[in-house]
């Protein structure tokens, strides 16, 4: 684990840092971790605490569900590139990991943890509401995205039958 040497013009390209000046960024930068995970290590597990959100600056990652039921089987609900950022839910709800988080190739991640989030909140009240509302926005498409993903899913599943019967015989 070792401070950040990623740039400004990485973070400007990351969602979470949209709107932010120079001299906010700058601001950000000394409170950021940078993290390196070789191939199949397990950053998040599913069921922990979590309190830093995750930026990919080079890799790739699962997002793994392991099911309630049977906790033998799980599901990669989706896999994160560079730019992608996780642990977001987990600064907002408090709450322990909804999912694991595996690499699937050697990773570089940088991090902030929740309790640098709140001396920023401490230092800078308006670089600390930008980074909370772009965080709500990241929260907020992939909740749409899911929303969408469930409503094919629910439309596929009920389907009228004389619309299908309809479609076989054009």
């Known amino acids: 684990m070792n401070k950040s040497t990623i740039d400004n013009e990485f973070l400007c390209k990351h969602s979470m840092f949209g709107g932010l000046n120079d001299a906010s960024l700058s601001l950000i930068k000394p409170y950021l971790e940078e993290h390196t995970y070789e191939e199949n290590v397990t950053i998040l597990k599913q069921g922990e605490p979590n309190n830093r959100v995750h930026f990919i600056v080079e890799g790739e990652v699962a997002i793994v ?8 089987q799980s599901r990669i609900i989706t896999t994160l590139h560079n730019g992608d950022s996780f642990g977001e839910m987990e600064l907002i709800d408090i709450q322990n990991c909804a999912a694991s988080v595996v690499t699937l190739a050697p990773s ?16 800078d009240l308006k670089t600390y509401t930008m980074l ?5 926005r990241d929260i907020s498409r992939r909740l749409r995205g ?9 439309n596929r ?10 479609d076989a015989s054009v």
């Open 157 to 166: 599943a009920t389907m009228p039958t004389s619309a299908s019967q309809s």
């Open 108 to 123: 570089r991640i940088i991090t902030l943890s929740n309790k640098d989030l709140y001396k920023i909140s401490l230092v």
């Open 146 to 154: 899911a929303d969408e993903m469930l409503a094919m899913v629910k």
């Open 65 to 72: 569900r392991q099911s309630e039921t049977n906790k033998k």
């Open 132 to 136: 909370i509302l772009n965080l709500a």
